[in-house]
């Protein structure tokens, strides 16, 4: 079982529309919980990372932690053509290692 | 702050040579990262630093791999000798506290 599993998708979104991105992680004891965007080409470039449990909101972006389900999710809403990108979900061990899914495609369809 | 500055950013090398990746992570920074990115695999970290000391090298695919960091300013990632598969993006991120920053990343392609 890899540690931090992703759909690949891609997913496909009309514009305007909510856009749901899931993870799972395998280590119970991880503490912090990332999403990444990246863009064709480029570097991933950190969006919102939550701790506790429940929703954490960040403009048009909420990340949701259920650390019983072990499960960490990204909603995007209102989600524009920019919003097209990879989905990186990334979970910390301690307070150093990131390990990272293999991220969701995500396409916004105008 | 410039961010984390990599280089080179596009390689193209004939199997067997060396490659020799550098690295400047954001001053004040006291981790630095070395990630490799495939199609296949994603993301996958390769060693990390603390204050300039490797201590997690488990990702390191083999001993052609090598990466040191002789200050805060500076790492370098070195494989050798290269192999086709090595073909790859690989990004050096660094940190202060727990938000990762990564470089723009070397393109590496051995032929």
């Known amino acids: 079982q890899k540690e931090v599993e992703q759909n690949s998708g891609p997913l496909s979104v009309p514009e305007g529309a909510i856009a749901s991105l899931n993870c799972t992680y395998s280590?119970?004891?991880?503490?912090?919980f990332f999403w990444y965007r990246q863009y064709s080409g480029k570097s991933p470039e950190l969006i919102m990372f939550i701790y506790s449990n429940g929703d954490k909101e960040d403009g048009r972006f909420t990340a949701q932690l259920n650390k019983a389900s072990q499960y960490v999710s990204l909603l995007i809403r209102d989600s524009q053509p920019s919003d097209s990108a990879t989905y990186l979900c990334?979970?910390?061990?301690?307070?150093?290692?990131?390990?990272f899914g293999t991220g969701t495609r995500l396409t916004i369809i105008p | 702050d410039a961010g984390v500055i990599q280089s080179p950013r596009h390689e193209v090398t004939e199997m067997g040579q060396e490659v020799t990746l550098r690295c400047k992570p954001i001053?004040?920074?006291?981790?630095l990262f070395w990630y490799r990115q495939t199609m296949m695999r994603g993301l996958e970290l390769l060693i990390y630093f603390n204050n300039n000391v490797p201590i997690d090298d488990s990702g390191m695919p083999e001993d052609r791999f090598s990466a040191k960091m002789p200050n805060a300013s500076f790492s370098t990632l070195k494989i050798q000798p290269s192999e086709p598969r090595d073909s790859a993006v690989y990004f050096c991120?660094?940190?202060?506290?727990?938000?990762?920053?990564f470089g723009e990343g070397s393109w590496l392609t051995v032929v």
């Open positions: 991120a660094s940190s202060q506290g727990n938000t990762i920053y």
């Open positions: 001053s004040g920074h006291d981790y």
């Open positions: 990334a979970v910390m061990h301690g307070n150093e290692k990131l390990t």
């Open positions: 280590d119970r004891g991880s503490q912090s």
